[in-house]
């Protein structure tokens, strides 16, 4: 397999779960600026859509859309646990938390990373995201993942996601359930692993 990324973007979390699986994968890193590879390919001839994470499987097809990538790598990687079976609730759990990821806090960073976007849309977007955190804190009160006990691809993407915010200015330190699962997912090896990978750890 082959997975196309960006350092520290959305394409972060299924490299999490590539690493948490434990299966061989090879990185291609993708300048999303110029969208080109390191070998000057043109990244729209890989992907239309010229956005990562995009997952390239053996036979050469190819996944786009982060959260449907973390669900194929768990149903692929069963025995690791990522989620739960198929068909279940818990398993549909998962499903909304990731569907809230990608469609409340993801795409409520967008914005912020704009210098064209006016300051004052700024602040609301911000205020907005915050809003979404303080779901997400109380969420957490008691447990160690969005799931509880057990690690899930959900949190491999709530952490890639939690991480833009100090670079956009969004201060969660006020949220100490969202602060000590950062903690907790920065000691998991898998985390380390990808990041050391992306050039975000020494």
């Known amino acids: 397999m082959k997975l196309y990324y960006s350092p520290g973007a959305c394409s972060m979390s299924p490299h999490i779960a590539l690493c948490e699986a434990g299966v061989k994968f090879e990185l291609v890193k993708a300048a999303l600026q110029t969208h080109t590879l390191a070998d000057g390919t043109d990244y729209y001839e890989i992907t ?44 549909y759990r998962v499903m909304e938390w990731l569907n809230f990821i990608t469609s409340e806090l993801h795409k ?39 799931m509880g006990a057990q690690f899930s691809i959900a949190d ?11 670079h956009v200015g969004l201060d969660l330190s006020g949220f100490k359930n969202v602060e000590a699962f950062r903690a907790r997912m920065m000691a998991r090896p898998a985390v380390q692993q990808a990041m050391k990978s992306e050039g975000l750890l020494k």
Not at 55 to 77: C, F, K, M, N, T
Not at 156 to 166: E, H, K, M, P, R
Request: proline content about 9%; glycine content about 10%.
């Open 48 to 91: 239309a859509k010229g956005q990562v994470p995009l997952l390239e499987l053996d036979d050469g097809s190819r996944l786009s859309e982060g959260p449907v990538i973390l669900q194929y790598i768990a149903d692929h990687a069963p025995g690791c646990g990522l989620a739960p079976a198929p068909g279940t609730m818990e398993r």
């Open 156 to 166: 491999a993407y709530l952490f890639t996601v939690s991480n833009w915010a100090g």
């Open 108 to 146: 409520g960073f967008s914005p912020l990373f704009r210098p064209d976007y006016p300051k004052d849309a700024k602040e609301l977007v911000s205020a907005n995201l915050m809003k979404k955190f303080a779901y997400v804190d109380a969420r957490l009160e008691g447990q160690d993942y969005l």
